[in-house]
T-cell receptor
Framework: DADVTQTPRNRITKTGKRIMLECSQT?????MYWYRQDPGLGLRLIYYSFDVKDINKGEISDGYSVSRQAQAKFSLSLESAIPNQTALYFCATQRGTGGSTDTQYFGPGTRLTVL | AQSVAQPEDQVNVAEGNPLTVKCTYSVSGNPYLFWYVQYPNRGLQFLLKYITGDNLVKGSYGFEAEFNKSQTSFHLKKPSALVSDSALYFCAVRDSTNDYKLSFGAGTTVTVRA
Protein backbone atom coordinates (compact mmCIF):
# COMPACT_ATOMS: atom_id res chain seq x y z
CA ASP A 1 0.00 0.00 0.00
CA ALA A 2 1.61 3.28 -1.14
CA ASP A 3 0.19 5.03 1.93
CA VAL A 4 2.62 3.12 4.13
CA THR A 5 6.29 3.45 3.26
CA GLN A 6 9.35 1.77 4.71
CA THR A 7 13.01 2.65 4.44
CA PRO A 8 15.35 1.12 3.59
CA ARG A 9 13.85 -1.59 1.40
CA ASN A 10 16.94 -3.74 1.66
CA ARG A 11 19.79 -3.69 4.14
CA ILE A 12 22.81 -5.85 4.74
CA THR A 13 24.65 -5.31 7.99
CA LYS A 14 27.15 -7.05 10.24
CA THR A 15 26.72 -8.69 13.63
CA GLY A 16 26.87 -6.17 16.45
CA LYS A 17 25.88 -3.14 14.38
CA ARG A 18 23.01 -0.87 15.34
CA ILE A 19 20.38 -0.47 12.68
CA MET A 20 17.15 1.46 12.37
CA LEU A 21 14.21 0.70 10.13
CA GLU A 22 11.75 3.49 9.48
CA CYS A 23 8.06 3.54 8.70
CA SER A 24 5.89 6.45 7.63
CA GLN A 25 2.19 6.57 6.85
CA THR A 26 -0.17 9.05 5.28
CA UNK A 27 -3.36 7.17 6.17
CA UNK A 28 -3.93 9.20 9.32
CA UNK A 29 -4.16 6.03 11.40
CA UNK A 30 -3.46 6.10 15.10
CA UNK A 31 -2.12 2.57 15.48
CA MET A 32 1.15 1.28 14.07
CA TYR A 33 2.79 -2.12 14.23
CA TRP A 34 6.09 -3.85 13.49
CA TYR A 35 6.13 -7.49 12.39
CA ARG A 36 8.79 -9.84 11.17
CA GLN A 37 8.20 -12.55 8.59
CA ASP A 38 10.19 -15.75 8.53
CA PRO A 39 9.61 -18.60 6.06
CA GLY A 40 7.14 -21.10 7.43
CA LEU A 41 6.30 -18.96 10.45
CA GLY A 42 4.02 -16.32 9.03
CA LEU A 43 4.16 -12.87 10.62
CA ARG A 44 4.96 -12.30 14.26
CA LEU A 45 4.34 -9.10 16.18
CA ILE A 46 7.39 -7.28 17.55
CA TYR A 47 5.96 -4.00 18.90
CA TYR A 48 2.82 -1.96 18.54
CA SER A 49 1.76 1.58 19.33
CA PHE A 50 -1.74 2.97 19.85
CA ASP A 51 -0.56 6.57 19.80
CA VAL A 52 2.60 8.62 20.33
CA LYS A 53 2.59 8.01 24.07
CA ASP A 54 1.52 4.38 24.02
CA ILE A 55 4.03 1.69 23.04
CA ASN A 56 3.67 -1.99 23.80
CA LYS A 57 5.72 -5.13 23.40
CA GLY A 58 4.53 -7.85 21.09
CA GLU A 59 5.30 -11.54 21.19
CA ILE A 60 8.96 -11.30 20.10
CA SER A 61 10.29 -7.94 21.34
CA ASP A 62 13.65 -9.13 22.77
CA GLY A 63 16.55 -7.53 20.91
CA TYR A 64 14.38 -4.76 19.46
CA SER A 65 13.29 -1.28 20.48
CA VAL A 66 10.93 1.25 18.90
CA SER A 67 10.27 4.95 18.78
CA ARG A 68 7.02 6.68 17.82
CA GLN A 69 8.24 10.08 16.74
CA ALA A 70 4.87 11.30 15.52
CA GLN A 71 1.49 9.92 14.61
CA ALA A 72 2.83 9.19 11.16
CA LYS A 73 6.26 7.73 12.04
CA PHE A 74 7.25 4.56 13.83
CA SER A 75 10.85 3.32 13.86
CA LEU A 76 12.26 -0.07 14.77
CA SER A 77 15.82 -0.40 16.07
CA LEU A 78 18.11 -3.34 16.49
CA GLU A 79 20.65 -2.20 19.08
CA SER A 80 23.13 -4.95 18.32
CA ALA A 81 22.12 -7.00 15.32
CA ILE A 82 22.57 -10.77 15.30
CA PRO A 83 22.21 -13.24 12.41
CA ASN A 84 18.92 -14.70 13.60
CA GLN A 85 17.36 -11.27 13.13
CA THR A 86 17.72 -11.79 9.40
CA ALA A 87 14.14 -11.54 8.17
CA LEU A 88 11.60 -9.52 6.25
CA TYR A 89 10.21 -6.73 8.41
CA PHE A 90 6.80 -5.17 7.90
CA CYS A 91 5.22 -2.06 9.27
CA ALA A 92 1.44 -1.89 9.46
CA THR A 93 -1.18 0.68 10.38
CA GLN A 94 -4.70 0.45 11.74
CA ARG A 95 -7.35 3.10 12.18
CA GLY A 96 -8.01 2.29 15.81
CA THR A 97 -11.52 3.62 16.11
CA GLY A 98 -13.29 0.66 14.57
CA GLY A 99 -12.29 -1.79 17.25
CA SER A 100 -11.85 -5.45 16.53
CA THR A 101 -13.09 -5.19 12.96
CA ASP A 102 -10.41 -2.78 11.77
CA THR A 103 -8.16 -3.86 8.92
CA GLN A 104 -4.39 -3.56 9.18
CA TYR A 105 -2.58 -2.14 6.14
CA PHE A 106 1.00 -3.08 5.43
CA GLY A 107 4.04 -1.38 3.99
CA PRO A 108 6.24 -2.95 1.31
CA GLY A 109 8.67 -4.48 3.79
CA THR A 110 12.37 -4.20 4.58
CA ARG A 111 14.57 -7.19 3.84
CA LEU A 112 17.30 -7.26 6.49
CA THR A 113 20.33 -9.52 6.34
CA VAL A 114 22.68 -9.74 9.30
CA LEU A 115 26.02 -11.34 8.47
CA ALA B 1 -6.06 -17.36 22.81
CA GLN B 2 -6.28 -17.16 19.04
CA SER B 3 -4.52 -19.08 16.29
CA VAL B 4 -4.70 -19.87 12.61
CA ALA B 5 -3.63 -22.91 10.62
CA GLN B 6 -3.01 -23.11 6.91
CA PRO B 7 -2.63 -26.85 6.33
CA GLU B 8 -1.08 -26.61 2.87
CA ASP B 9 2.36 -25.10 2.32
CA GLN B 10 1.83 -25.11 -1.40
CA VAL B 11 -1.08 -25.25 -3.83
CA ASN B 12 -0.59 -25.85 -7.54
CA VAL B 13 -3.35 -25.35 -10.09
CA ALA B 14 -3.69 -24.92 -13.82
CA GLU B 15 -4.83 -21.60 -15.19
CA GLY B 16 -8.59 -21.51 -15.57
CA ASN B 17 -9.19 -24.08 -12.85
CA PRO B 18 -10.75 -23.29 -9.47
CA LEU B 19 -8.37 -22.26 -6.71
CA THR B 20 -8.90 -22.97 -3.02
CA VAL B 21 -6.57 -22.01 -0.18
CA LYS B 22 -7.53 -23.52 3.16
CA CYS B 23 -7.59 -21.84 6.57
CA THR B 24 -8.86 -22.96 9.96
CA TYR B 25 -8.90 -20.91 13.13
CA SER B 26 -9.29 -21.05 16.88
CA VAL B 27 -10.58 -18.19 19.08
CA SER B 28 -12.23 -17.72 22.45
CA GLY B 29 -14.80 -15.14 21.36
CA ASN B 30 -16.14 -14.37 17.91
CA PRO B 31 -13.68 -14.54 15.00
CA TYR B 32 -12.81 -11.71 12.68
CA LEU B 33 -11.01 -13.22 9.71
CA PHE B 34 -8.76 -11.70 7.08
CA TRP B 35 -6.95 -12.79 3.93
CA TYR B 36 -3.82 -11.09 2.63
CA VAL B 37 -1.72 -11.74 -0.46
CA GLN B 38 2.00 -11.13 -0.91
CA TYR B 39 3.29 -10.91 -4.44
CA PRO B 40 7.05 -11.39 -4.99
CA ASN B 41 9.05 -8.46 -3.62
CA ARG B 42 5.88 -6.70 -2.50
CA GLY B 43 4.19 -6.05 0.81
CA LEU B 44 1.03 -7.70 2.08
CA GLN B 45 -2.10 -6.58 0.32
CA PHE B 46 -5.51 -6.89 1.96
CA LEU B 47 -7.91 -9.10 0.00
CA LEU B 48 -11.03 -9.44 2.14
CA LYS B 49 -12.39 -9.90 5.62
CA TYR B 50 -15.27 -11.53 7.43
CA ILE B 51 -16.81 -9.66 10.32
CA THR B 52 -20.44 -10.77 10.47
CA GLY B 53 -23.41 -11.46 8.23
CA ASP B 54 -23.26 -13.34 4.95
CA ASN B 55 -20.91 -16.30 5.17
CA LEU B 56 -19.65 -15.70 1.63
CA VAL B 57 -17.39 -12.66 1.45
CA LYS B 58 -16.27 -11.13 -1.82
CA GLY B 59 -12.97 -9.32 -2.12
CA SER B 60 -10.41 -7.94 -4.52
CA TYR B 61 -9.18 -9.53 -7.78
CA GLY B 62 -12.15 -11.91 -8.01
CA PHE B 63 -11.41 -13.70 -4.74
CA GLU B 64 -14.04 -14.77 -2.25
CA ALA B 65 -13.98 -16.64 1.03
CA GLU B 66 -16.50 -18.77 2.83
CA PHE B 67 -16.89 -18.62 6.60
CA ASN B 68 -17.97 -21.90 8.19
CA LYS B 69 -18.53 -21.60 11.91
CA SER B 70 -19.12 -25.29 12.57
CA GLN B 71 -15.88 -26.27 10.85
CA THR B 72 -14.02 -23.16 12.11
CA SER B 73 -12.80 -22.54 8.59
CA PHE B 74 -12.39 -19.58 6.28
CA HIS B 75 -11.23 -20.93 2.92
CA LEU B 76 -10.20 -18.56 0.14
CA LYS B 77 -11.53 -19.33 -3.33
CA LYS B 78 -11.35 -18.15 -6.89
CA PRO B 79 -13.49 -19.78 -9.58
CA SER B 80 -10.92 -19.43 -12.37
CA ALA B 81 -7.26 -18.93 -11.45
CA LEU B 82 -4.86 -16.74 -13.40
CA VAL B 83 -1.09 -17.07 -13.69
CA SER B 84 -0.90 -13.65 -12.06
CA ASP B 85 -2.54 -15.11 -8.92
CA SER B 86 0.73 -16.90 -8.16
CA ALA B 87 1.75 -15.51 -4.78
CA LEU B 88 1.97 -16.19 -1.04
CA TYR B 89 -1.37 -16.07 0.76
CA PHE B 90 -1.87 -15.46 4.48
CA CYS B 91 -4.93 -16.04 6.58
CA ALA B 92 -5.23 -14.05 9.82
CA VAL B 93 -7.66 -13.99 12.73
CA ARG B 94 -8.53 -11.54 15.47
CA ASP B 95 -10.58 -12.56 18.47
CA SER B 96 -13.47 -10.19 19.22
CA THR B 97 -12.11 -9.86 22.76
CA ASN B 98 -9.17 -7.77 21.52
CA ASP B 99 -8.98 -4.90 19.06
CA TYR B 100 -5.40 -5.01 17.90
CA LYS B 101 -3.71 -8.42 17.78
CA LEU B 102 -3.77 -10.29 14.49
CA SER B 103 -2.55 -13.87 14.41
CA PHE B 104 -1.27 -15.09 11.06
CA GLY B 105 -1.01 -18.51 9.53
CA ALA B 106 2.30 -19.71 8.11
CA GLY B 107 1.22 -18.89 4.57
CA THR B 108 0.38 -20.90 1.46
CA THR B 109 2.33 -20.50 -1.75
CA VAL B 110 0.05 -20.65 -4.78
CA THR B 111 1.48 -21.48 -8.16
CA VAL B 112 -0.77 -21.21 -11.20
CA ARG B 113 0.69 -22.84 -14.30
CA ALA B 114 -0.19 -21.71 -17.79
Amino acid sequence: DADVTQTPRNRITKTGKRIMLECSQTKGHDRMYWYRQDPGLGLRLIYYSFDVKDINKGEISDGYSVSRQAQAKFSLSLESAIPNQTALYFCATQRGTGGSTDTQYFGPGTRLTVL
Amino acid sequence: AQSVAQPEDQVNVAEGNPLTVKCTYSVSGNPYLFWYVQYPNRGLQFLLKYITGDNLVKGSYGFEAEFNKSQTSFHLKKPSALVSDSALYFCAVRDSTNDYKLSFGAGTTVTVRA
